[in-house]
Structure formats: C-alpha cells, structure tokens
C-alpha cells in the first residue's frame, strides 16, 4: 500500500494567485473530460469573477512533505434560512496525477473537517460532476452522502 506523506492545508497568500489560478485551470481542464457540455473555459475571465466575489471564500495549497500536490477552495457562508450557522461548501478540489491514490486527498479532507468540527461549521458539502467517478468514489469514501441530485436543459 502506498505510504500517505505528511498533508498540510495552507492558505494562498495574494503574491501565488498566479501559480494558484494556474493550477486551477489544469484542474479544468480535466474536469471537463466529465462533461459533455463543457464550454471553453476562459481562465482569466474565472479569475476575475473569483477575485471579484471572495465574501466567505478560503483557498489553500495542498502540501505534501512539504510539495504543492493540491489546491482547495471553500466557500464558507450563512446557512439559508437559519442564517445562525454556517455551512463550507468545497468549491475547487484537486490533487495532482503524481500524488494520487497515496491519501493525499483523504488527509487534506480529514483536516478541513477537524478546523471546521472546531469552528462549529453546521456542514460541509462538495458538488461533483455527475460522470466523475473517480471523485464519486473518493467523497463517498470519506463520508459525503449524496443529498441531492441537479437537472438541467436548455431551454
Ligand atoms: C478525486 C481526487 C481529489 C482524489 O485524490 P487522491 O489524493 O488521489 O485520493 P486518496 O488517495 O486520498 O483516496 C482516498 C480514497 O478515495 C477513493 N478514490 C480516490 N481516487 C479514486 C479513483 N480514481 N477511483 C476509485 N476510487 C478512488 C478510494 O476509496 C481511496 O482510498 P484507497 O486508495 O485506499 O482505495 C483526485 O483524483 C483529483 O484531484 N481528481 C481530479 C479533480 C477532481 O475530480 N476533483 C474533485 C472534484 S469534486
């Protein structure tokens, strides 16, 4: 079995948003391999939307022995109606191919579940594109329940 390195969670600070969003968009990329109606992705108008709208968010670097294996995105806002707690919705998960299937994900996870158990967060809840299995797989490893399940055509 592969050993797991040591993971750590740590904040983006503004002066790496350039090799963050790059990350990001490689991370695109091979989520739209999951998606038949994937449109071209325009990363620096994403970037801007992002940067734009940061009420609520965190992004972190995940590091491996001390390596840039990841990046997260959490999005941590009032619950709606009870806007008296708070729920984290995981917005942008990604390990790179190196660092895969080695718990480099699980313990990323695992720790923003413990900071967030220890902000008293009610929730925290990720989205996955119907076709990822292998993302499926990993959230349904760690607990993550499906609750519910979006629609959509063009009109
Ligand atoms: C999904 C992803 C985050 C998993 O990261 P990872 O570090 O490889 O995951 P881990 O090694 O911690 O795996 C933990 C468990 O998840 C499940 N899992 C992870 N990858 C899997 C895969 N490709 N197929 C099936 N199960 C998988 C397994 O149960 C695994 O435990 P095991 O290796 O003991 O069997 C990573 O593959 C990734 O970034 N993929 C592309 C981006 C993406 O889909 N992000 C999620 C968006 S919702």
């Not at 002066?15 to 969003?21: G, L, N, P, W």
């Not at 091979?30 to 994937?38: N, R």
């Not at 990323?108 to 579940?113: K, Q, W």
């Amino acid at each position: 079995m592969a050993v797991t390195p040591p993971v750590a969670l740590v904040p983006v600070p503004a002066e790496e948003y350039d090799e963050f969003f790059a990350m990001l968009a490689t991370y695109h990329a091979e989520l739209d391999t999951y998606d038949p109606h994937a449109e071209d992705w325009d990363a620096e108008v994403h970037r801007r939307a992002v940067l734009d709208d940061m009420e609520g968010r965190e992004v972190s670097w995940v590091l491996a022995d001390g390596e840039r294996a990841g990046l997260l995105m959490v999005r941590v806002l009032p619950d709606w109606p009870d806007e008296s707690r708070e729920v984290a919705s995981i917005a942008e998960f990604y390990v790179a191919p190196p660092f895969r299937r080695r718990g480099v994900g699980r313990e990323a996870i695992v720790a923003l579940l413990a900071d967030h158990r220890a902000r008293g967060t009610f929730e925290v809840e990720a989205g996955i594109l119907a076709l990822n299995e292998p993302a499926r797989a990993f959230w349904a490893s760690l607990g993550f329940e499906v609750r519910n399940i979006v629609t959509a055509r063009r009109p």
